[in-house]
């Protein structure tokens, strides 16, 4: 098994982020603010960061961080977790994830 998936493994909502990053903070933010406490990967302050990053960017992760996963499945990076939100689909997924209750 991947560190990727051993990481992502029976968490609700996981984001692979660098803590220098201020497109990661702005994904963080936003997520929080539906009330979600992600599991966070800080990929500059964990030891095997450069594995982890070298294994989103095998996955077709460009850039390498921010990377969000819901409900185990990978929903992308900030482009993408934007767009999903702009749809409306963020939420619900959260909710299904059991990433957020109501």
Do not use: Q
């Not at 964990?46 to 185990?72: A, D, K």
């Amino acid at each position: 098994m991947s560190t990727v998936k051993r990481l992502v493994a029976d968490k609700p909502l996981v984001i692979f982020s660098k803590a220098s990053c201020s497109i990661s903070h702005s994904i963080k933010s936003l997520i929080r603010n539906f009330g979600a406490n992600p599991t966070i990967y800080e990929l500059d302050e964990i030891s095997n960061g450069e594995l982890v990053e070298r294994e989103l960017i095998e996955m077709g992760c460009s850039p390498s961080v921010p990377v969000v996963y819901i409900g185990n499945k990978l929903v992308g990076g900030a482009t993408e977790v934007m767009r999903l939100n702009m749809r409306g689909g963020l939420k619900p997924m959260l909710i299904e994830a059991n990433a957020i209750w109501l």
